[in-house]
């Protein structure tokens, strides 16, 4: 198959449930009304750490669309799916956009390079010396 190699977003992210890798910013958030079979779902321009599987035309609740699922490139969940074509005019939009479930990512701040926590043990004031 050969080597993955993951895109490391920096700051706040949206990632996958099942492993944690990066895939998206919520700069590339267009809307977080979408719904699909499982629940919620986010609209978003780009993503990254995804495969995108074959084409299939599928009748959404909003018409026709022409659509390929997405998977996380590090362990293979289906994670959503991209919109390919629309055939509504209203729905033109969505071409080239990509939806992530709810129910499949988590919204995660990397905390890693920007916050100190000091984990040694202290005395309080009401403690004996």
Same mark, same amino acid.
């Given at each position: 198959? %050969?080597?993955?190699?993951?895109?490391?977003?920096?700051?706040r992210?949206?990632?996958?449930r099942?492993?944690r890798?990066?895939?998206?910013?919520?700069?590339?958030?267009?809307?977080?009304?979408?719904?699909c079979r499982r629940?919620?779902?986010?609209?978003f321009?780009?993503t990254v750490?995804?495969?995108?599987?074959?084409?299939?035309?599928?009748?959404?609740?909003?018409g026709?669309?022409t659509?390929?699922?997405?998977?996380?490139?590090?362990? %293979?969940q289906i994670?959503g799916?991209?919109?390919?074509?629309?055939?509504? #005019?209203?729905? #033109?939009?969505k071409?080239?956009?990509?939806?992530?479930?709810?129910?499949?990512i988590?919204n995660?701040?990397?905390?890693?390079?920007?916050?100190?926590?000091?984990?040694?043990?202290?005395?309080s004031? %009401?403690?004996d010396?």
């Amino acid at each position: 198959m %050969g080597r993955v190699f993951v895109v490391e977003l920096d700051g706040r992210s949206y990632r996958c449930r099942f492993c944690r890798t990066h895939l998206a910013l919520p700069d590339d958030l267009v809307s977080r009304s979408f719904h699909c079979r499982r629940g919620k779902a986010y609209l978003f321009n780009n993503t990254v750490n995804v495969t995108v599987g074959a084409l299939e035309e599928r009748m959404m609740l909003s018409g026709m669309h022409t659509v390929a699922d997405i998977f996380c490139c590090c362990c %293979g969940q289906i994670v959503g799916w991209k919109y390919e074509a629309a055939y509504e #005019k209203s729905q #033109k939009y969505k071409e080239g956009k990509f939806v992530l479930q709810r129910g499949r990512i988590v919204n995660e701040i990397n905390f890693s390079s920007e916050v100190y926590i000091d984990t040694r043990p202290s005395m309080s004031d %009401g403690d004996d010396a």
